[in-house]
């Protein structure tokens, strides 16, 4: 049974770090695109940031272009999320999921066909 798992959240307060971790089991994420997910309080869920299979093309939203870093171990089946400098606004419960492509990174969260239950990240001083 394929499953993803995330851990790394937490409470931390704004211009903190957290690194958010997915663990894959049951299949390995060689040919799986990455993407991480948010769903804020009262808002829809929205595409943070995506590595495709190769670790070639990264996709990035524009609220976290430049303070967030995507990554993978292919080797571990593990995926990253480095998230810098967070504000209030990137509260939430954070998502991985793993999308079966060559070479595409997308923030479609349709294009995903396995999840992961989510962590909750907030940001608060």
């Known amino acids: 049974q394929s499953q993803l798992v995330e851990s790394g959240g937490g409470l931390v307060q704004p211009g903190g770090s957290l690194t958010l971790s997915c663990a894959a089991s049951?299949?390995?994420?060689?040919?799986?695109?990455i993407g991480w997910f948010r769903r804020a309080p009262g808002k829809e869920r929205e595409g943070v940031a995506s590595m495709s299979d190769t670790e070639v093309v990264t996709e990035y939203a524009d609220s976290v272009r430049g303070r967030f870093t995507i990554s993978r171990d292919n080797a571990k089946n593990l995926a990253f999320l480095q998230m810098n400098n967070l504000q209030p606004e990137d509260t939430g419960v954070y998502y991985c999921?793993?999308?079966?492509?060559?070479?595409?990174?997308?923030?479609?969260?349709?294009?995903?066909?396995?999840w992961g239950q989510g962590t909750q990240v907030t940001v608060s001083s």
């Open positions: 999921a793993a999308d079966l492509g060559w070479n595409i990174a997308t923030l479609d969260e349709s294009e995903y066909e396995k």
């Open positions: 049951g299949f390995t994420i060689d040919y799986y695109a």
